[in-house]
């Protein structure tokens, strides 16, 4: 059975930063791209950032391009999401994904999810 399991949400003021991570279990994720999305309260559930398998190439967001970095460690099935200069806005539910099929930045496209973590921006 496979598995997303993230963590590293919780409660930061404005203008902190977060380090979630997103461990896989149950196959190897090594060869599929890996994605963060976020969903906030009575809105859609919207790209963040994601990964190819090599974490070679990466794509981002515009509402978050250059306060996020999306890094994988494939030898501990591992994909992070680092997050700068936090926001009010950027407050939501943050999503792990894997295994894609279509476009990075279309929810519906990936295979896996996780249960998500809760990321709270708030002085």
């Known amino acids: 059975q496979v598995q997303l399991v993230e963590s590293g949400g919780g409660l930061v003021q404005p203008g902190g930063s977060l380090r979630l991570s997103c461990v896989a279990s149950?196959?190897?994720?090594?060869?599929?791209?890996m994605g963060w999305f976020r969903q906030a309260p009575g809105k859609e559930r919207e790209f963040v950032a994601a990964?190819?398998?090599?974490?070679?190439?990466?794509y981002y967001a515009d509402s978050v391009k250059g306060r996020v970095t999306i890094s994988r460690d494939n030898a501990k099935n591992t994909v992070y999401l680092q997050i700068y200069s936090l926001m009010p806005e950027d407050t939501a539910i943050y999503y792990c994904a894997a295994d894609k099929s279509g476009s990075y930045y279309i929810p519906a496209n990936y295979r896996y999810w996780g249960q998500g973590t809760q990321v709270t921006v708030s002085s």
């Open positions: 149950g196959r190897t994720f090594s060869g599929v791209t």
């Open positions: 990964t190819s398998w090599s974490g070679g190439t990466t």
